[in-house]
């Protein structure tokens, strides 16, 4: 079995960040993808483009709308090749929302980038409190004027709002449950995801409020999603048992750097660098390296597929 | 099993097997149902 219509490609444009959330776990050195990278991505898609049917192109960071001139290159050159060679192109941004402008939400829809995912910590006290800018500052406020304006026009792209549940902010959260409710209402672009906050392996870890108990965080949860639903917003839906895209033979991160690699999270383990991108678009890869992310479709086991990382 | 892919200069992954059940059951189950990070 040859693995060549399918790719999945998760890149980081920049390495660099301009919120200095608490609970990140990225240390933001590495900064924006240099040219010789974006011409080995535009080259390697080149060369797969006759046998490719999907193309998917996920774009994470450091926050990725701080390259937004890498993205556009990437992203118009993928849709021109799209065309020539007939396969699907889908993108998606993993953002934190404070850079997207009701014209780059238009410009990205034309360049097939139309699934988006901005993070809250609840509402705007909360927020403010774990999401702040480089500098220090407030972040509520533009975020939430960037997805209302969104709101307020025509333009068809879906929004995930990821909200994280801690200790502390069950109260904020239900306050912006109700917040979204008024002023989006029952506007389907918009889906909501709960989820309870983690140690991600960041500097802050040991003194983030993460609930450590499970039935706690099952209940909470519970309690929010029907809010969710009594409030005429909607849920988020991903399958039961969730398989991670690092396990997939036909998937690679590339980092600003030029490095592949698989999980968008453990950026700075070993096991998570298992190649190299050459600007004509070949790519050396691990061998070894690469069969530890993706035995689990070998092995029949469900953990390997859900986490390869955590299931050892 | 595990040991019986190549790989090519672009990443395209050849295995031996027609079937393998892992990723049977993956796409049984549509793919990756992860979103980024949620997956941990």
Known sequence: ?312 | MIDNIEIDNYGVIKTINEIDEGHKIMKMLGGCGCINISCM
């Open chain 1, 1 to 312: 079995m040859i693995y060549n219509r399918n790719l999945r490609l998760d890149i980081l444009p920049t390495e660099e960040c301009n919120f200095r959330c608490v609970y990140c776990y990225e240390n933001f050195k590495i900064k924006k993808m240099d040219d010789k990278v974006i011409e080995g991505i535009k080259n390697l898609i080149l060369a797969r483009s006759k046998t490719l049917k999907n193309l998917e192109i996920n774009w994470f960071g450091g926050e990725p709308m701080l390259a937004y001139d890498v993205i556009k290159d990437i992203m118009e050159y993928s849709k021109y090749l799209s065309i020539r060679y007939n396969f699907k192109l889908t993108s998606s941004m993993t953002t934190n929302g404070s850079l997207l402008t009701i014209k780059k939400f238009k410009e990205l829809y034309e360049l097939y980038v139309r699934w988006f995912q901005i993070s809250f910590d609840g509402d705007k006290d909360n927020h403010n409190k774990f999401r702040i800018t480089r500098e220090k500052t407030d972040t509520f406020d533009i975020i939430y004027n960037n997805i209302l304006n969104l709101h307020k026009s025509n333009i068809n792209s879906d929004i995930v709002i990821r909200l994280h549940l801690n200790k502390n902010n069950y109260q904020s959260i239900y306050n912006f449950i109700d917040r979204l409710s008024l002023d989006i209402g029952n506007d389907n672009r918009f889906k909501i995801f709960i989820r309870e906050l983690s140690r991600l392996g960041g500097t802050n870890d040991k003194k983030l409020p993460v609930i450590d108990n499970q039935n706690e965080i099952n209940y909470l949860l519970k309690k929010l999603r029907d809010r969710i639903k009594k409030s005429g917003l909607h849920i988020y839906k991903i399958n039961n048992i969730e398989m991670c895209y690092a396990a997939s033979m036909s998937q690679y991160l590339i980092r600003a750097n030029g490095y592949i690699g698989k999980c968008t999270v453990a950026l700075y383990d070993d096991k998570n660098i298992i190649g190299k991108i050459n600007s004509d678009g070949t790519i050396i890869i691990d061998k070894d390296k690469l069969k530890y992310w993706i035995r689990g479709n070998f092995s029949n086991n469900i953990g390997e597929l859900k986490c390869p990382l955590k299931y050892v």
